[in-house]
């Protein structure tokens, strides 16, 4: 294979896992939850209510005691006001002045499935909506705050261009987007909020209030441990208000220890199955869609495991690191979690031991194979401690496991099975 090959190949997968991991790495809130939070922090969004059911919409929506609403789909996924529901209803968000219209649309969103250009084909099934008062926008900007490495810390994002593809605007006139690193030592002072302010155009009282809005995010986002908070639109209103219209947060997991509230908030409603198994045994896995499933060590390994399988003209299924410390037992779950996945075609085991006993290993892919009554071929490359007697376990096991003695080989074979 050429390097020209292997490169390309290496890129591919890492932009897909990147893809994924973001999606999957970090706690996510729904709207309504995000804005719940934000209140507390004194940041102004639309007065709302939450439902479930038709009824509940509308018994919100005269609490409320306004004359326009906004009903809005609730999920984890973008792309909402342009999804399609499975019903035929277009549009995840919809503005009505009537209470029957809310029950109507009430009824029409939720039980079905919206599908946007950020979810699976088939769409998420929507159980709650939101029912807030529609307020009139004169104008939109956009503000995030978000941890970023290349600056070491948190930077603030603001643009003139709000309630649009930020990605798209950041492409095309990068000129409107305004970038504003923030030392986290001494956090962000007045002077900066009201340059922030300024950037998005406002002016006089508007600047101010927009100035203190930022430093409340800022407060939040420190205090919460967010890793980012996006508020698109951040808008302004006829009556003059500023106000926070749509808010995406989303959380470190490293801070679950800390922030036991906010993650007890989650909604594993869209989360893959397999993802929360492979959490309750501390794995770490993200499904992919191809058909070699990868159990490794170590993310660093797993990666250039899934480059090789591809460098062999394979598609991994998964990424799956069981980590330094991983026991039997761990071993028996990543098992079970892989061929869960029925385009599974064969495994790849690959283990350097260093931390890890490759015994353990070996004992657990003997068990799991027996227990599991696997169908689906497995090769397995385990070096390092006590390699040599983990191959040993394998070989005595009677177990049609294929042995390899170093990566090539392993996804040279492991290919070859699938390809068959």
Known sequence: MSLLKFLSTTQRSIKQLNTLRIYTRCLSLHEYQSKQLMQTFDINTQPFEIASTAEEAVNGARRLNVNAYVVKSQILAGGRGKGTFDNGLVGGVKLVSSLDDVKKLAGQMLGSRLVTKQTPPEGVLVNKVMVARALDIKEERYLAILLDRSAGGPVIVASTDGGVDIEEVA???????????????RGLDHATSVEIAKSLGFTGETRNTTANQVRQLYKMFTSVDATQIEINPLGLTSEGEIVCFDAKINFDDN?????????????HGETDPRELAAQESNLSYVG???NIGCLVNGAGLAMA???IIKLYDG???????????VQESQVQSAFQIITQDPQVKAILVNIFGGIVDCRIIANGIVTACKKLDLQVPV???LEGNNGDEAKKILEQSGLNIIGADDMAIAAEKVTAFVKQ
């Open 171 to 185: 492409a095309t006139m990068p000129e409107k987007i305004f970038k504003f690193p923030v030392d986290i030592t």
């Open 255 to 267: 801070a679950k220890f800390r922030q036991a509230k906010i993650f007890a908030m989650q909604d």
């Open 288 to 290: 992919m869609t191809g």
């Open 315 to 325: 598609e991994p299924a998964n990424f799956l690191d069981c980590g330094g410390g």
């Open 379 to 381: 090769v397995a490359r």
């Open 305 to 307: 495991t899934m480059d």
